[in-house]
């Protein structure tokens, strides 16, 4: 079992940056790969990013060049860095864990976090 916690949301101005972090207790997730979704409201969840327990990281065509994904072992979390945010990124963004790489399908991820609210105004 792995329980997820995401941090880090909040509200900027277009252009500006976050860092959302996802920690991870219950046991490591080292060998997890660590998927990064998106709900707008009124819009489905959507694929974000992802990376592998190696640090192979994978991004939308949305958000590729300004997202990017990292973890830290040691500290059992991974961080997905926001960068040249734009309205359209407002959404939830939830982390989730998965034992295989079938990294845009939501439904191969059974554990998730509970969301952290990213809101970019113009």
């Known amino acids: 079992q792995v329980q997820l916690v995401e941090s880090g949301g909040g509200l900027v101005q277009a252009g500006a940056s976050l860092r959302l972090s996802c920690a991870a207790s219950?046991?490591?997730?080292?060998?997890?790969?660590i998927g990064w979704f998106r709900q707008a409201p009124g819009k489905e969840r959507e694929f974000v990013a992802a990376i592998s327990g190696s640090g192979g990281a994978y991004y939308a065509d949305s958000v590729k060049d300004r997202f990017t994904s990292s973890r830290d072992s040691a500290k059992n979390t991974v961080y997905l860095q926001l960068n040249s945010l734009k309205p359209e990124d407002t959404a939830v963004y939830y982390c989730?864990?998965?034992?295989?790489?079938?990294?845009?399908?939501?439904?191969?991820?059974?554990?998730w976090g509970q969301g952290t609210q990213v809101t970019v105004s113009s």
């Open positions: 989730a864990a998965s034992t295989s790489w079938d990294r845009r399908n939501q439904y191969a991820y059974p554990y």
């Open positions: 219950g046991r490591t997730f080292s060998g997890y790969t």
